[in-house]
């Protein structure tokens, strides 16, 4: 299997959590583009769900294929996420980020009794970090948040679009990418890195998921999170 197809795999296993009468929280980028393509198949064959978007993108997809949509304003509790990664680690924790949604997507994910992450095969990692880690800043604390980040023994570059100006986010925030390296107690990094003024969110999701659907040439695995 291609990467592609791998992805494509895994996002159809992921139907198989989502039940008549779900609210269902739809993530962002390109595997779960293929959720919602299959969530809306599965709605024109009958499927009774509402959706709850993690970015604009998302929303205009799942509106375009007639997926009905509702907001976090209507259900603060949300029966199943599906969503992608850009780094899977052993014990599932993660690295999102990589198209700028984390923010609206990890405040989805902690309203979900349960979150599915689907992804393909390059995404696992022994341990987090070969991807730079987004951290999402207001753009008044920006050069201070980088100075702080840099202290903790990192790169900080600012994402940028294809214009040469600073990447702005769905709420109007800027994109520091990190580039930490190997990152051998995440829940640590995660924690100081919340502590700075003017940081909104970071892209590390520490003991959020329950499942990752992993497509491999052979099909697709499912990893479980360890039990607490």
Same mark, same amino acid.
């Given at each position: 299997?291609?990467?592609?197809s791998e992805k /494509? ?6 139907m ?10 739809l993530?962002?980028g390109?595997t ?5 393509r299959?969530?809306a198949?599965r709605?024109r064959a009958?499927?009774?769900?509402r ?6 993108d998302?929303?205009e997809?799942?509106?375009?294929l007639?997926? +009905?949509?509702?907001t976090?304003d209507?259900f603060?509790s949300?029966d199943?996420t599906i969503d992608?990664a850009?780094?899977? #680690?052993p014990?599932?924790?993660l690295i ?5 949604a ?7 994910a ?5 979150l599915v992450i689907v992804? #393909?095969s $390059?995404?696992?990692v022994?341990v987090?970090g070969?991807v730079? !880690?987004?951290?999402?800043?207001i +753009?008044?604390a920006q050069a !201070?948040?980088?100075k ?6 990192d790169?900080?570059?600012i ?5 040469g ?13 990190c580039h930490?390296g190997?990152?051998? #107690?995440?829940?640590t990094?995660?924690?100081a890195l919340?502590?700075?003024p003017g940081?909104?969110?970071?892209g ?12 491999k040439d052979?099909?697709v695995?499912?990893?479980h999170?360890p /039990? $607490?």
């Amino acid at each position: 299997m291609t990467l592609d197809s791998e992805k /494509q795999a895994a996002a159809q296993a992921s139907m198989r959590f989502v039940q008549d009468g779900n609210i269902v929280g739809l993530g962002s980028g390109s595997t779960a583009a293929y959720v919602v393509r299959f969530l809306a198949e599965r709605v024109r064959a009958g499927l009774k769900i509402r959706c709850i978007p993690t970015s604009n993108d998302t929303h205009e997809l799942a509106a375009s294929l007639g997926i +009905p949509l509702t907001t976090l304003d209507e259900f603060q509790s949300i029966d199943v996420t599906i969503d992608g990664a850009d780094e899977i #680690d052993p014990q599932l924790d993660l690295i999102k980020g990589g198209g700028a949604a984390f923010l609206r997507e990890k405040i989805v994910a902690s309203a979900s009794r349960q979150l599915v992450i689907v992804a #393909d095969s $390059s995404k696992l990692v022994p341990v987090l970090g070969k991807v730079p !880690l987004p951290v999402e800043v207001i +753009p008044f604390a920006q050069a !201070l948040v980088a100075k702080e980040i840099a202290a903790l023994g990192d790169t900080v570059s600012i994402r940028r679009d294809s214009s040469g100006k600073p990447w702005t986010t769905d709420e109007g925030h800027h994109i520091l990418d990190c580039h930490f390296g190997r990152i051998p #107690d995440a829940a640590t990094l995660a924690r100081a890195l919340e502590d700075i003024p003017g940081v909104v969110a970071h892209g590390l999701f520490i003991h959020m998921a329950n499942v990752a659907l992993v497509g491999k040439d052979s099909g697709v695995q499912a990893l479980h999170a360890p /039990q $607490s």
